[in-house]
């Protein structure tokens, strides 16, 4: 049983919003993934989840669930786990390494949905991250993925709320630009 009790925090509202392009039942890859507030989320509505972190603790209780997968791996030191692989979902949120930006391009599927969200410059006024090794610079997260995929919505500027902070956020689709986009929840 999959517990997504708030002690493992709510999945962001940009990833809920979105959530419904994923194909139903899909594979969704969560990358650096945590506690897993997103992989719980997403398996209690049914899709199936690859959750990856270079520290799994967080996961612990989720390893030997059916239906999700528990991979430990520094993505950052180590080779890329998932070569050959492909999902029909890939949430990233809090977190930037520029160079898996090519993995998780070819590790989407056709028709596979990236929901991607992190912090961007201008968030160091707010708290953490302050470096800006770890701070997306203006149109950056669009100029990384809105070439040759369809991107559905994107943002930046702050998100206000219990803890502030300076983000991009977009969601685009791995699919010809003809293709009809289903429609999507406003932002809660």
Request: negative net charge.
């Amino acid at each position: 049983m999959i517990d997504s009790s708030h002690t493992h925090g709510d999945p962001v509202a940009w990833v809920r919003r979105f959530q419904t392009l994923i194909p139903a039942g899909g594979i969704v890859l969560d990358v650096a993934c945590g506690n897993g507030r997103h992989s719980r989320f997403l398996a209690k509505l049914g899709y199936r989840i690859c959750a990856v972190d270079r520290d799994v603790s967080g996961v612990e209780d989720l390893i030997g669930t059916a239906g999700i997968e528990v991979v430990e791996a520094d993505l950052e030191t180590q080779s890329w786990p998932f070569a050959g692989r492909t999902f029909d979902g890939i949430v990233v949120v809090n977190y930037l390494y520029r160079p898996l930006v090519p993995h998780l391009r070819l590790a989407l599927a056709d028709g596979g949905v990236l929901i991607y969200q992190t912090f961007a410059r201008g968030n160091e006024k707010y708290g953490r991250p302050r470096n800006p090794d770890f701070l997306l610079q203006d149109g950056e997260l669009l100029d990384m993925f809105g070439d040759g995929l369809r991107v559905v919505a994107y943002e930046s500027g702050l998100v206000e709320g219990e803890t502030p902070a300076v983000v991009q956020r977009l969601c685009a689709i791995n699919r010809a630009p003809d293709a009809e986009v289903p429609p999507v929840l406003p932002l809660r």
